[in-house]
Nanobody, 119 residues
Framework: QVQLVESGGGSVQSGGSLTLSCVAP????????IGWFRQAAGKERERVAC????????NYPDSVKGRFTISRDAAKNTLYLQMNNLEPEDTAVYYC?????????????WGQGTQVTVS
């Protein structure tokens, strides 16, 4: 079973940057997609970045496109989310995920989440 452990969350001022990391041993052999989701207080969980491993393609919603970048270091089994020009609306708990597709019903493993607060 894929286990995911995030780190790198914290508090930052508007316009600042943060990089989230997710260590995911084994995800490259058992998952087709890996990505990052977030859930703000009182809102539904939403996808913010996806990497399709077989096609090596990335996907972002318009809300973060141009500001967030997903990448991975396969040798370290680590997934990253570089977040630039952060806005208060980006405040949420961020989750690393792996699954058959970057859609919530097809996610097979979630990390524990890391809080990002933008003020």
């Amino acid at each position: 079973q894929v286990q995911l452990v995030e780190s790198g969350g914290g508090s930052v001022q508007s316009g600042g940057s943060l990089t989230l990391s997710c260590v995911a041993p084994g995800y490259t052999t058992s998952s087709k997609c890996i990505g990052w989701f977030r859930q703000a207080a009182g809102k539904e969980r939403e996808r913010v970045a996806c990497l399709h491993l077989e096609l090596n393609k990335t996907n972002y919603p318009d809300s973060v496109k141009g500001r967030f970048t997903i990448s991975r270091d396969a040798a370290k089994n680590t997934l990253y989310l570089q977040m630039n020009n952060l806005e208060p609306e980006d405040t949420a708990v961020y989750y690393c995920a792996a699954g058959r597709a970057c859609r919530i019903p097809e996610i097979d493993a979630w990390g524990q989440g890391t809080q990002v607060t933008v003020s």
